[in-house]
C-alpha cells in the first residue's frame, strides 16, 4: 500500500524557502489583512463613540419587550464559542507543521477540524441571533452590535472558504510538495487574524 507521507530534508525545505523569500501571494495577503485591520479599527471606533455618548453607561440601551429590563448579553454561550474559535487556531497551526513535515494525511485533518469548528461557531452565532430578542432597527445599539459581529461572521466564512479551498487541493493533488506552503500559510494568516479580531470584539462588546 502506498503511503501519504512525503518528508524533505529540513536542509531541502530550507533552501527552497530561501530561495523563494515572501511569496507574491502571501504578501498580498498581508496587505489585505492590514487592509481589513484598519476597517475594524474604524467600527470599533464607530462602537465606542457611541457606546460612551449614551447618557449614564445606560449600556446596552435595549429593553425585553416583554419585562422592560434591560437586555442582557449571552456571555458564558459565547465565551463557549469563542473557545471553539480560538482552538481552531491551534488546529490550523497543525495542519501547517503536518505540510512541513510532508504528513499529508495529519495536514488533511488538521484542516478538516479546523473547518468543523469554523463550521461551528457559526453556526452558534446564527443561532444566538435568533434568540436575542433584538433587530439592527433597536438604537445605536442594535445597529452597532449587529455590524461588528455580522461583519466578522462575513469574514469567518471566507477564511472557511480558503481552507476549504486548499483542503480540495490537497486532496487531488497527485504530488505532495512544499509549494502548497504558501496558500496554506496565507489562509492560515488570515484564520489567526480573524480569530484575534473574535477575541476583542467579544472582550469590548460582550464582557466590558
Known amino acids: 500500500m502506498a503511503t501519504t507521507d512525503v518528508t524533505l530534508s ?10 523563494r523569500g515572501i511569496s507574491q501571494g502571501m504578501l498580498a495577503m498581508i496587505m489585505f489583512i492590514g487592509s481589513e485591520a484598519m476597517l475594524f479599527a474604524s467600527f470599533f471606533a464607530a462602537y465606542f463613540m457611541v457606546r460612551y455618548s449614551i447618557a ?16 442582557e448579553l449571552p456571555v458564558l454561550g459565547t465565551g463557549v464559542n469563542t473557545a471553539f474559535l480560538v482552538f481552531s487556531s491551534f488546529t490550523v497551526w497543525w495542519a501547517e507543521h503536518k505540510l512541513k513535515h510532508g504528513d499529508r494525511r495529519g495536514l488533511e485533518r488538521g484542516l478538516l477540524v479546523t473547518m468543523l469548528l469554523g463550521l461551528t461557531f457559526l453556526l452558534v452565532q446564527i443561532n444566538e441571533y435568533a434568540h436575542l430578542g433584538f433587530t439592527p432597527e433597536n438604537k445605536a445599539f442594535g445597529a452597532t452590535f449587529y455590524t461588528l459581529t455580522g461583519f466578522h461572521g462575513l469574514h469567518v466564512f471566507v477564511g472557511l472558504v480558503l481552507l476549504l479551498i486548499c483542503y ?7 504530488d505532495f510538495t512544499p509549494k502548497w506552503q504558501t496558500p ?12 484575534v479580531v473574535w477575541v476583542f470584539l467579544y472582550v469590548v462588546v460582550y464582557i466590558i
Open 10 to 19: 529540513p536542509h531541502a525545505r530550507a533552501a527552497e524557502q530561501g530561495e
Open 56 to 71: 449614564d453607561n445606560d449600556w446596552p440601551p435595549v429593553r425585553d419587550v416583554a419585562t422592560g429590563e434591560r437586555f
Open 184 to 195: 496554506l500559510a496565507a489562509a492560515s494568516l488570515y484564520w489567526h487574524f480573524v480569530d
Open 168 to 174: 480540495v487541493r490537497v486532496k487531488r493533488a497527485h
